[in-house]
């Protein structure tokens, strides 16, 4: 007896066979997402709470990872925060780079008073204040903190003084001495607004100051 198959019906699949799927995630993929989970976690509880008040087992329990994920990835909590740290500080230095180097001021100097005045604006966002400006130095040590923020900014602020030594705004000073002591008075700067957000005005008048001191004569 001939038995075919009712039109208009294809093959049928039996119970076992797989059924097709989308394309799977690498194993470096999904280690990948498993850092950034854990990143994106801790980023949102520290800027909550603080380092000191958030413990592991919320970080992985909000990251949807187990423990042993964040040992892994990071051997701990205080590794994790440098990571953050490192993050928001490259995010940071990013955004003020746009305006410093998209300034449509012709004045390099100008451009670079226009970049402190923007690194200050970051300076007052949650996330800085706490993480950055808070937990960042108490638990990687001073040294270290400011290793990361050299790597992150210290290159935006030789460019900017070259420009406007060049341009003849700013005395030929030594751009790397010169970056690195502008560096710290920026540091200084976060440091006072993090204890008095209110004080800003007078930090402000005062790094600009500062920063119109580098200035030729007739330059200002």
């Known amino acids: 007896m001939n038995v075919n198959p009712k039109p208009g019906r294809g093959p049928q699949r039996g119970k076992g066979a797989p059924r097709p799927r989308g394309p799977r995630r690498t194993q470096e993929e999904r280690s990948e997402g498993t850092r950034q989970a854990l990143m994106n976690a801790a980023r949102r509880l520290f800027t909550e709470r603080g380092y000191d008040a958030v413990g592991t087992e919320e970080i992985v329990r909000a990251a949807g990872v187990t423990r042993g994920a964040l040992y892994h990835h990071f051997g701990g909590k205080a590794e994790l925060l440098e990571a953050v740290y490192e993050r928001l500080e490259a995010e940071s230095t ?79 000073l030594p751009v790397k001495q010169a970056a690195h002591l502008l560096l710290g008075a920026l540091d200084e700067a976060a440091m006072l607004i993090a204890r008095a957000p209110a004080r800003r005005a007078e930090v402000s008048a005062v790094l600009l100051a500062l920063l119109d001191g580098f200035a030729l004569r007739g330059a200002v």
Do not use: T, Y
Not at 102 to 111: D, T
Not at 118 to 131: H, S, V
């Open 94 to 172: 990013e955004r003020v780079a746009r305006v410093v180097l998209g300034s449509e001021l012709e004045s390099p100097l100008e451009a670079m008073k226009a970049g402190a005045e923007a690194f200050l604006d970051e300076c007052a966002e949650p996330e800085l204040q706490r993480i950055v400006l808070h937990d960042a130095p108490a638990v990687l040590g001073w040294d270290r903190w400011r290793e990361i923020a050299a790597a992150n900014g210290l290159g935006l602020i030789e460019a900017s003084l070259a420009a406007a030594i060049e341009a003849g705004e700013i005395r030929p």
